[in-house]
Every structure is written in structure tokens, then in C-alpha cells.
């Protein structure tokens, strides 16, 4: 089975310029997650869907940061403009379903590494 | 809010010691709990969960965990550590009774087993 496909591994930027990264996730994976990790942190939650509408996204600075899951299968997560504080890796997870009683575990992918110079 | 705290940034073990790797965490409903392992530039790979049932959950590469609801904790645990076991450590929540089921992390402890 593949896995959670991101793209690109790795970005460098200049502070105020946009940049998008890709994420595919397993196949039949119904969730889809993008999460923030911070040098010497947790990764925090952005953004959770469901198929392709959100289910949370009270964590996503949505002045700069924005994401779409059409057709419910890919999805992009875009910041524009980025800060130095954006420098992160930036993570890509699904999992079959989430709901009330579902218990199932996310599955990720390698990650795109910013660096906002 | 549900939240997830491990207390020790590094923990430093001996090959072929015991190992332990602590969390506590904070759900308003009932907890699905889970470890997960980082190795550099890598994502994170699942090691194990908690749904329900046996205390003692057994995972990947001989770790097992042991989750008590009466301290509201899961620590991860190992009962003779490799030298291949340095990595990052992440310990999850769910809360099961939130159709929302957000999946939230701690903020990771470094494990660091030395030959």
C-alpha cells in the first residue's frame, strides 16, 4: 500500500513571497490533516477534513494561510505572505475515517521542510 | 480542550536497560491514546494505541504501554533498549465521545540510548 505522498521535500523562500505544498494521501483515506512542526516542538493541527469539507481549522492563521481538498482526494495548503515564523516542516496525515467512536491512527508523510529567509 | 503533556524533553538510557518515556494528557470524554516515533527528516511512524479493553497495549519493535485512567497517563515503555531506539517520541489523544476527533500531540521527548 503508498503511503501519504508530499511534495515538495523541501522549500527556501523569501519573507512575503507565497508558496503551496501538495499532499496525497492514502488511497480510500477519508481524513486528511495538516499539521505545523516547529523546530523542538509537538506538531500542532492546522487544518482537519472530512472527505472535502473542514472539520477543524481553528489553529490555521487563515489571514495568511489557506487549504483545499477538492474532489475530497489531494489537497494543497498555501501561505501567503510568509513570515519567518512560518519555518517549519510542514506535515501531511490521513487516516481511513474519524468520528464519534472511530479509532483508527493517521498515517504521514515525510514532511516539507520551510525555510523562510 | 484536550491537551497532551510529556514532562521530560530527553530521556537517557543505557543499551539493554529498561526504558521508560512518560505522558499525561486531558480529554473531556474517553481517551483513544497513541505513540509515535521520529526519526530525522522523516515523518512520524505509529508505534502503537489505547482504545479500550487490556491496560498493557503491546506495539511495534518491542514497546508497549501502559495507560491508567486514574492518572490520566500512558507511558511508553521498553524492557531492554537498543542503540537504534534514539528518536524523537510523540504521545496522542482523541477524545472517542467528539465526532470532531481532533488528534493532538505533545510536545515530543527526545530518547537517547547510549552503547
Known amino acids: 500500500e503508498a503511503g501519504v505522498a508530499q511534495s515538495p521535500r523541501y522549500k527556501i523562500i523569501e519573507k512575503r513571497q507565497s508558496v503551496a505544498f501538495w499532499c496525497n494521501p492514502i488511497s480510500g483515506h477519508a481524513t486528511l490533516y495538516w499539521y505545523q512542526q516547529i523546530l523542538g516542538q509537538g506538531p500542532k493541527l492546522l487544518i482537519q477534513?472530512?472527505?472535502?469539507?473542514?472539520?477543524?481549522d481553528s489553529q490555521l492563521p487563515k489571514d495568511r494561510f489557506s487549504a483545499e481538498r477538492l474532489k475530497g482526494v489531494d489537497s494543497t495548503l498555501k501561505i501567503q505572505p510568509a513570515k519567518l515564523e512560518d519555518s517549519a516542516v510542514y506535515l501531511c496525515?490521513?487516516?481511513?475515517?474519524?468520528?464519534?467512536?472511530?479509532?483508527?491512527?493517521?498515517?504521514f508523510g515525510q514532511g516539507t521542510r520551510l525555510t523562510v529567509v | 480542550a484536550q491537551s497532551v503533556a510529556q514532562p521530560e524533553d530527553q530521556v537517557n538510557v543505557a543499551e539493554g536497560n529498561p526504558l521508560t518515556v512518560k505522558c499525561t494528557y486531558s480529554v473531556s470524554g474517553n481517551p483513544y491514546l497513541f505513540w509515535y516515533v521520529q526519526y530525522p527528516n522523516r515523518g512520524l511512524q505509529f508505534l502503537l494505541k489505547?482504545?479500550?479493553?487490556?491496560?498493557l497495549v503491546k506495539g511495534s519493535y518491542g514497546f508497549e504501554a501502559e495507560f491508567n485512567k486514574s492518572q490520566t497517563s500512558f507511558h511508553l515503555k521498553k524492557p531492554s533498549a537498543l542503540v537504534s531506539d534514539s528518536a524523537l517520541y510523540f504521545c496522542a489523544v482523541r477524545d472517542m465521545d467528539n465526532a470532531g476527533n481532533m488528534l493532538t500531540f505533545g510536545g515530543g521527548t527526545r530518547l537517547m540510548v547510549k552503547p
Open positions: 489505547y482504545i479500550t479493553g487490556d491496560n
Open positions: 477534513f472530512q472527505n472535502n469539507g473542514v472539520v477543524d
Open positions: 496525515a490521513s487516516s481511513p475515517r474519524t468520528g464519534r467512536g472511530m479509532n483508527t491512527e493517521a498515517f
